[in-house]
């Protein structure tokens, strides 16, 4: 089977991750549409005037490839089409105070690379049909590149690298401490003191 195989896999299961990606977009564009864009330097000035009617329609043509490329119909462009997407909606959420999306503007990118169609999708069973067995055989055992799953891989460790890096300043678990997500975790009593110490005695930086 081969890297195609894994492909295929990996196809599937980073679906949702497109369609909920649209749906958050959909979400906070409706409900914080009110808020002044950031401005961009330059031609990317762009990105920060585009029209929620147009980032709208983004968000449920994103869902639709999403769908498609779950199914695996027309894997190649769906996934392509994604990536394409993901541009503008990736520079309008950061216009709109969301930062968290630049793995998935690259993964995006390096899934595209990917031979994902050849099993568990519409476009083997379509091929299968169209073909015969031994020509649909012969076409999953095609090598394929392992470059897009390196360059995952790699853009994946650069996440972690540098996520984890910029923990460590203690500036950061401060400002955290003001967040909605801390509010919630300090309703366990017992949270309350510990974060409190840490925080009084500049150890909040220690990842715990």
Not at 181 to 192: D, G, K
Request: with cysteine; proline share 7%.
């Amino acid at each position: 089977m081969g890297d195609s195989w894994c492909y295929s896999v990996f196809r599937i299961l980073w679906s949702p991750v497109h369609l909920s990606f649209a749906a958050y977009i959909f979400y906070w564009s409706s409900r914080e549409a009110h808020l002044p864009a950031l401005p961009y330097p330059g031609p990317l000035g762009v990105f920060s005037t585009v029209p929620l009617p147009v980032i709208i329609a983004l968000c449920v043509t994103q869902m639709l490839c999403g769908f498609s490329a779950l199914l695996g119909y027309q894997t190649r462009l769906m996934q392509w089409l994604l990536a394409f997407i993901a541009v503008p909606l990736f520079f309008y959420s950061v216009s709109h105070y969301q930062n968290h999306y630049g793995f998935y503007l690259f993964a995006c990118f390096y899934i595209a690379l990917m031979p994902s169609e050849r099993y568990y999708s519409l476009d083997s069973w379509i091929y299968r049909l169209r073909h015969g067995h031994a020509a649909h055989l012969e076409w999953q055992g095609v090598v394929a590149s392992v470059l897009p799953q390196r360059l995952l891989l790699m853009q994946l460790s650069f996440l972690y690298l540098f996520a984890g890096i910029a923990k460590f300043s203690p500036s950061w678990l401060t400002l955290y401490s003001t967040t909605p997500e801390f509010t919630y975790l300090a309703q366990e009593s017992w949270h309350i003191p510990l974060w409190t110490w840490l925080l009084e005695h500049n150890l909040a930086w220690i990842p715990l």
